[in-house]
């Protein structure tokens, strides 16, 4: 039974330090560079046509080789009519890369704050990708003429394709 009992014992002490290992290369992988994420808990309220930058920007850094770029918008709004959110890259114009329309919702009641996801996928053909360091900014403004729009809490992150 000696022989036995060591055995179990050191496979025990293997499988223990083998999902440690994995524990900790799996909290590693998740890790985001905080140049990739923004969270603001600010109010601001902007009034614009449509599309001008209104933050906040996060970057990412491109291979040798340009792959696609995922960008997510999570935001708490109120607007005043139709708005639209779109997307700056390198300082560019203000562009859409998916969906974007922000509707106008009359609520009776309530607070009137719209809690909507926005995911963008900027690809190497879009043409605005360069090599190393690129900067995405999001953009607001009213469809059709100038539109007030309420923020209450917003979220930006990038994530480079591989």
């Known amino acids: 039974m000696k022989p036995i009992s060591h055995v179990i014992k050191r496979n025990m002490i293997f499988a223990a330090t083998l999902a440690c290992l994995i524990w900790a290369g799996s909290n590693s992988a998740f890790a985001v ?3 990739q994420v923004a969270r603001l808990l600010t109010n601001p309220t902007v009034t614009a046509t449509c ?6 920007t996060v970057s990412v850094t491109e291979p040798s080789v340009i792959v696609p770029v995922i960008v997510t918008w999570s935001v708490d709004y109120e607007v005043s009519a139709e708005s639209a959110f779109n997307l700056s890259v390198n300082g560019g ?5 998916g969906a974007g329309d922000a509707p106008f919702v009359n609520f009776k009641g309530g607070t009137g704050l719209l809690s909507t ?3 963008w996928l900027v690809l190497p053909a879009d043409g605005v990708l360069v090599k190393g360091k690129n900067t995405f900014t999001v953009c607001e403004g009213g469809i059709g003429g100038p539109t007030t729009m309420f923020f209450s809490f917003r979220t930006l992150s990038v994530q480079i394709g591989k």
């Open 51 to 56: 599309c001008v930058p209104i933050g906040p």
């Open 117 to 119: 996801t926005y995911q």
């Open 33 to 35: 560079p905080p140049t």
């Open 93 to 97: 114009p203000c562009l859409f890369f």
